[in-house]
């Protein structure tokens, strides 16, 4: 087995339970409404796979999720991941699960100087760059009339929010997002890193010692000045087993009912136990 990232839990299984029933049911309303073409993008693809702790468990990432269970609905997909060493486990992972041949390479781009791995069947292109220039470019230059559900899962805090306003102003888009709350909290109380703060929270009007929650809200205020995106959904993830890291999964499109059906996801009473379930152990349920 290649090396995965390591230190998975139960909220990481909980994250990939509601973006795979997410999906469903953006799928379902894209396939039955929308005529134009309709891409997964994810900014942080990872390896493919996450070890769990303690467990030698290998859950399925997002990027397994999309291409196996809506390969028939999304017309392209594209992931981004800028380490090197990631970026080959990517590539060899998705050719070992859906025996792909990828053609990896320089981009076709004057100007640009990165890697590219190719699929066509179904069209797949993993970029070897930073995900907030590379989704950038992409936002900019892809035709508008293409519908994008975008999954942005940084591993700590590396998505700009000069980057989700480019996604959010360009329209036909649904976010995912994974808020980094413990690690914003972190890094708000240390001087040091307050530019990684600004830079996620997308200026420098943010408190410096505020509650998890206070902060989650502020960063759904500053999004919801795009009143089009209004009211952003989130919920906050914490592992009933460990209690030291929160994130907050947070949604955000223009479709009313899709976010309240997100929501409704988001927000189960059978999120936990569904979460257990990918681990295919038992006892972890009662924890919750």
Request: charged share 25%; aromatic share 10%; glycine share 6%.
């Amino acid at each position: 087995m290649p090396n995965h990232f390591d230190g998975g839990d139960l909220k990481t299984a909980a994250k990939l339970v509601i973006l795979e029933e997410s999906l469903d049911i953006y799928t379902t309303i894209m396939d039955a409404n929308w005529t134009h073409q309709n891409w997964y993008v994810d900014t942080h693809a990872g390896t493919g796979k996450t070890q769990v702790e303690d467990g030698g468990i290998h859950l399925d990432g997002s990027a397994i999720i999309a291409i196996d269970e809506y390969a028939d609905s999304f017309d392209r997909f594209y992931f981004y991941e800028l380490d090197e060493n990631h970026f080959e486990t990517l590539v060899d992972t998705l050719s070992d699960e859906f025996g792909l041949d990828f053609d990896v390479g320089p981009v076709d781009v004057d100007g640009e100087d990165f890697l590219v791995a190719r699929a066509e069947n179904p069209y797949i292109r993993i970029m070897q760059m930073d995900s907030n220039d590379g989704v950038s470019f992409l936002a900019e230059h892809a035709a508008e009339r293409h519908h994008w559900f975008t999954f942005i899962d940084p591993k700590g805090l590396t998505a700009k929010r000069d980057t989700l306003d480019t996604l959010i102003d360009r329209g036909n888009m649904d976010i995912l997002l994974n808020y980094q709350t413990t690690g914003i909290m972190r890094s708000a109380a240390a001087e040091h890193a307050h530019g990684a703060v600004t830079r996620t929270m997308g200026d420098e009007d943010w408190p410096n010692a505020a509650s998890s929650d206070e902060y989650v809200e502020v960063y759904k205020s500053k999004l919801e000045e795009n009143e089009s995106i209004a009211p952003v959904k989130s919920k906050e993830l914490v592992s009933p087993n460990d209690q030291r890291v929160r994130f907050d999964l947070v949604f955000a499109c223009t479709n009313n009912q899709v976010r309240n059906i997100v929501e409704d996801i988001m927000q189960q009473e059978e999120l936990w136990s569904k979460a257990n379930d990918k681990f295919g152990q038992s006892g972890l349920g009662d924890w919750c």
